[in-house]
């Protein structure tokens, strides 16, 4: 698996892959995925029909893949920073994310620790208790994982965030496809809406 397998999430994601964080957990169903961030059920539905963001919050959408569930987010990010340790409890936490400004992350956890953190433009740039931790999987899949030596030649450029897709798919090994994302169903769910105005 390599970055050019996921050729197809911006073609055929334009507005997911502005915004997003994917995370995949390990033995939970989506019901007790969405009870660790507090969300409130709204029901189940198919890709193309989940329900606007109501005036309370916004819509997270969880489905089952294999023995993962698959957390999906346009606004928020649970899976990244807002509820690791929660989400990760006596499980592996395997995350995604990017923003509209480029800022991109990539998580390992386990068990409410974050083992490897790091953003797919600045591979060679990682935090976590065992930063090192993937470091072959990661230069597998073309992630830079040392800092720019201006004395040999630049390697080919990769799509960093499709690449971290690939490193996704080694940890979870439940290929993230655009069948799996179209065509399954979601548990969706009301969470608070980060960017909704607070009274001061």
Do not use: H
């Not at 976590?128 to 080919?156: E, F, H, N, Q, Y």
Request: charged share 25%.
């Amino acid at each position: 698996m390599t970055a050019a397998d996921f050729a197809w999430f911006e073609r055929s994601e334009p507005r997911l892959a502005q915004c997003f964080t994917l995370t995949w957990l390990a033995g939970l169903v989506p019901e007790r995925v969405v009870r660790r961030i507090d969300g409130r059920p709204v029901g189940y539905y198919g890709w193309a029909d989940l329900p606007a963001a109501p005036d309370d919050g916004v819509i997270v959408a969880v489905t089952q893949a294999a023995g993962w569930a698959l957390m999906v987010e346009t606004y928020t990010r649970y899976g990244v920073a807002d509820a690791v340790a929660e989400l990760s409890k006596d499980t592996r936490l395997v995350a995604d994310f990017r923003n509209v400004e480029l800022d991109g992350r990539f998580l390992l956890a386990e068990n409410g620790r974050t083992l490897v953190e790091f953003d797919p433009y600045t591979a060679y740039e990682r935090t976590g208790a065992r930063p090192d931790l993937l470091v072959d999987a990661m230069t597998a899949v073309g992630l830079k994982v040392t800092g720019p030596d201006l004395s040999v030649p630049s390697p080919p450029e990769i799509p960093e965030t499709e690449a971290a897709f690939a490193l996704t798919e080694r940890l979870v090994t439940v290929p993230f496809t655009e069948d799996l994302l179209s065509s399954s169903k979601y548990l969706a769910a009301v969470v608070p809406d980060p960017y909704a105005s607070r009274p001061s």
